[in-house]
C-alpha cells in the first residue's frame, strides 16, 4: 500500500510538472521522430528523480525503448531556482553539459551516446539494465570491483560525473557492461579536461555511501551485507590505486555507518 501511494504521488508530480513543459511534449515527439527518420511514441518514464521530466522513446513498431527524453519543466525550474544549496544553470547550459559529459562517458564506453540535444531538451540513448542501488548481494559481488574501477577509469579520462551515486550506474547483466548515466550540473562544477584529487575521492565516497541506502524495490532491501561484500570493499581499497580513501572509511560507508563527504567547491 505504502509502495502504490508513493508511486501515485510520483506519477501526480510528473503530470503536474508536464503542464510547464517548455517544449510541448507534441513538438519534442515530432522533432525526436524527424531526427530517427520514423514515427515515435513518448512514455512518462517516473523511475529516478533529476532537474527534468524523463521520456522513453519507442519508434513505430517497437516493444522495446531505444532512447529517453530529458526535457525542461517550469515547474520544475522553479524548484531549482529555490536550492539554497546548490546553484544550478539555467536549463539551456544545464543541458548542454550534462549532454557533453554523457558524450564523453560514451566515447569511452562508460555511457549513453547523444542522439540531440537543444535548448529545452535532449535525447540520450536508452540503456537496459538494472541500477547498481537494486542488485542482490551476489550479484553485487561480481559487480561492484568493475563499478569501482570503471570510476577510477572515468576520472582518469578527465569526466567528472558530479553524481556517481548507486542509482545512476546501469548494470547491463545480458552484455556484461556497465555504464553511468545522469550527471547533475551546478555552476561550479569544473570543465571537462581534469578530475581533482577532491574530486575524485567524493566520486568514491559518493558511490559507496548511496549503495547503503537501497530502495524498497532492491531485493536485499531493508538487509544489512553479509561480510563477504564489505571484504571485497576492504581489498579493493588496500590492493589497488587509492583515490585516497582508506579500507576502513570504505567499508563504513558502504555499511551506511559515515557520511560522505560534500562535493568540492
Known amino acids: 500500500m505504502i509502495e502504490s501511494a508513493a508511486r501515485l504521488k510520483k506519477k501526480l508530480g ?20 524527424s531526427r530517427l527518420g520514423t514515427p515515435v511514441r513518448l512514455r512518462p ?9 524523463k521520456y522513453l522513446v519507442f519508434p513505430a513498431g517497437a516493444c522495446e525503448p531505444t532512447h529517453l527524453v530529458k526535457a525542461a519543466s517550469r515547474i520544475i525550474e522553479r524548484r531549482v531556482a529555490r536550492d539554497k544549496v546548490i546553484r544550478y544553470y539555467p536549463h539551456p547550459e544545464r543541458f548542454a553539459r550534462e549532454a557533453e559529459i554523457l558524450g564523453a562517458l560514451a566515447e569511452i564506453g562508460l555511457g549513453p551516446s547523444i542522439l540531440m540535444c537543444e535548448a529545452d531538451f535532449f535525447v ?4 537496459p539494465g538494472c541500477p547498481l542501488s537494486e542488485l542482490g548481494q ?76 537501497r530502495p524498497r524495490e532492491s531485493p536485499a532491501a531493508g538487509k544489512p551485507f553479509d561480510e563477504r561484500l564489505p571484504s571485497l570493499v576492504r581489498e579493493f581499497y588496500t590492493h589497488r590505486k587509492s583515490p585516497g580513501l582508506s579500507p576502513e572509511r570504505a567499508v563504513a560507508l558502504l555499511q551506511g555507518e559515515t557520511a560522505q563527504r560534500n562535493i568540492p567547491s
Open 14 to 33: 510528473f503530470f503536474y510538472a508536464q503542464l510547464g513543459l517548455v517544449t510541448g511534449k507534441d513538438r519534442i515527439t515530432e522533432k525526436v521522430s
Open 45 to 53: 518514464f517516473l523511475k529516478g528523480r533529476g532537474w527534468g521530466l
Open 124 to 127: 540520450r540513448e536508452y540503456l
Open 138 to 213: 551476489e550479484d553485487l559481488e561480481a559487480w561492484l570491483p568493475r563499478v569501482l574501477e570503471a570510476l577510477e577509469e572515468i576520472c582518469e579520462a578527465g569526466i567528472l560525473h558530479t553524481d556517481p551515486n548507486a542509482e545512476n550506474v546501469i548494470v547491463d547483466r545480458q552484455n556484461r557492461r556497465l555504464f553511468f548515466i545522469d550527471s547533475e550540473i551546478s555552476i561550479s562544477e569544473p570543465a571537462l579536461g581534469t578530475v581533482s584529487p577532491e574530486h575524485r575521492l567524493f566520486c568514491h565516497e559518493r558511490l559507496l555511501a548511496t549503495l547503503s541506502r
